[in-house]
Nanobody, 117 residues
Framework: QVQLVESGGGLVQPGGSLRLSCEAS????????MGWYRQAPGEERALVAA???????TYADSVKGRFTISRDSAENTVHLRMDSLKPDDTGVYYC???????????WGQGTQVTVSS
């Protein structure tokens, strides 16, 4: 089993920045790619950014050029640097870890990000 613990959410004004972190513990050998998903009120959870164990990154079109995902394998942590934040970035951000054994992915508990003046 893997546990994912997110941190770094909060309230920020439009144009501001936040850095989310997700620390994995437990059976981390079973983790492949990791990523961040966002769920806005009334909407489905959607991919924001992901990074493979080899460092290949993927971003949603809406965040390209503003968000940066990175991974620290030594600390079993994935970060999401969010710059030039917009009100549309508001939502609960969930850390996700894909499994090498192809079982259901692991999820964190979520952290709230609110972009508002």
């Amino acid at each position: 089993q893997v546990q994912l613990v997110e941190s770094g959410g909060g309230l920020v004004q439009p144009g501001g920045s936040l850095r989310l972190s997700c620390e994995a513990s437990g059976s981390i050998f079973n983790i492949n790619a990791m990523g961040w998903y966002r769920q806005a009120p009334g909407e489905e959870r959607a991919l924001v950014a992901a990074i493979t164990s080899g460092g290949t990154t993927t971003y949603a079109d809406s965040v390209k050029g503003r968000f940066t995902i990175s991974r620290d394998s030594a600390e079993n942590t994935v970060h999401l640097r969010m710059d030039s934040l917009k009100p549309d970035d508001t939502g609960v951000y969930y850390c996700n870890a894909a499994r090498r054994d192809l079982g259901p992915p692991y999820w964190g508990q979520g952290t709230q990000v609110t972009v508002s003046s």
